[in-house]
């Protein structure tokens, strides 16, 4: 979608305001064009084209979390936030389950509720060259009894002003847990 100024007086400057939607991206470089068509005769089409680099309030890594039991039974994922926020705090991790999940030990209304997940997050010593922070984050649940994948969209609530929420797929892998 691009907003314009219809007419614009020879030798008079007019304004284009183009919005681009950024919902799939998720930082770095990207190049937008825009085709500007006038009845100039010198050059009645002009492509303008704007470079820039997309910078994300907060990178999830990896961006699908998979939690899988530890020898204490425990089902435990860590993730990395990277964010130039030095005082970040995690506030809530949540994981509701999507169609895919399927408990049959639960009423269909129960299924739907999201989990609260118990997490931890620690502060790097230091920042990175880049003046970023990677903060790791660990997320668990306590044992439970599950035969199929627990599938659903996590949701890490944060203090950050341009980012409070970190959505994700993942999952609760059912897979027994390993030998101590």
């Not at 219809?6 to 305001?17: F, V």
């Not at 970040?88 to 169609?99: D, F, H, Q, Y």
């Not at 996590?154 to 002003?161: A, G, K």
Request: charged share 25%; with cysteine.
């Amino acid at each position: 979608m691009v907003g314009f100024d219809t007419t614009i007086l020879p030798g008079r400057e007019g304004t284009i305001t183009p919005e681009v939607n950024l919902t799939k991206v998720h930082g770095g470089s990207l190049t937008k064009c825009v085709t500007v068509s006038s009845n100039a005769k010198n050059k009645p089409d002009l492509h303008l084209c704007v470079k820039m680099t997309l910078k994300v309030a907060i990178t999830l890594t990896p961006d699908y979390i998979q939690m899988r039991r530890d020898t204490s039974g425990k089902f435990v994922a860590e993730v990395t936030l990277s964010s130039d926020k030095p005082d970040l705090i995690v506030k809530e991790a949540l994981l509701k389950p999507t169609s895919q999940s399927n408990n049959e030990n639960q009423a269909a209304w129960m299924s739907s509720l999201p989990d609260h997940l118990m997490f931890t997050l620690t502060k790097p010593d230091k920042p990175n060259s880049d003046g970023s922070w990677d903060y790791k984050l660990r997320l668990w649940e306590e044992p439970m009894d599950i035969k199929e994948n627990k599938f659903g969209e996590f949701t890490i609530s944060t203090n950050h002003p341009d980012m409070p929420q970190i959505k994700t797929n993942g999952l609760i892998d059912a897979s027994p847990a390993p030998k101590k």
